[in-house]
């Protein structure tokens, strides 16, 4: 009967063992491969990037489209209004029918300011 036990036991903790061997080395893998991919899309990652701070900058909820091609060189306008778009930006057209481009997450901090302004022009 102890016999049987000690093999049991060994068995399971074998598995264990090899289980977490197995885990560790496919979690490496997969943040290597992670890294991998990040490297060979890096021109678009970092334009998300840079994208996304200039729409983050505290004084200005809105960018126009040329400012950001301005700055965000290289790319076609529609592939730039693609990288806007996975950054998190929706695009707004004004009365007089230029570009502008804020970040979906801010509409509140849009809004409010929007609210703000009327008031004080009623003032």
């Known amino acids: 009967m102890e016999a049987a036990l000690w093999s049991a036991l060994s068995a399971l903790c074998g598995a264990l063992v090899g289980g977490g061997i197995s885990y560790l080395l496919n979690r490496q893998q997969h943040a290597h491969q992670l890294r991998m991919l990040r490297e060979q899309h890096k021109v678009e990652y970092m334009a998300e990037e ?8 505290k004084g200005f909820t809105d ?3 040329e400012a950001l091609r301005n700055h965000l060189g290289g ?3 529609d592939e730039l209004r693609k990288i806007l778009v996975r950054a998190g ?3 707004v057209y004004r009365e007089d029918g230029s570009e ?4 979906l997450s801010r509409m509140d901090e849009f809004i409010e300011r929007k609210a703000l302004d009327q008031i004080a022009r009623e003032i």
Not at 100 to 103: G, S, T
């Open 50 to 57: 840079t994208a996304r701070h200039f729409l983050s900058h």
């Open 63 to 65: 960018r126009s489209f």
């Open 75 to 77: 790319f076609a306008d």
């Open 89 to 91: 930006a929706i695009r």
């Open 100 to 103: 502008w481009w804020r970040l």
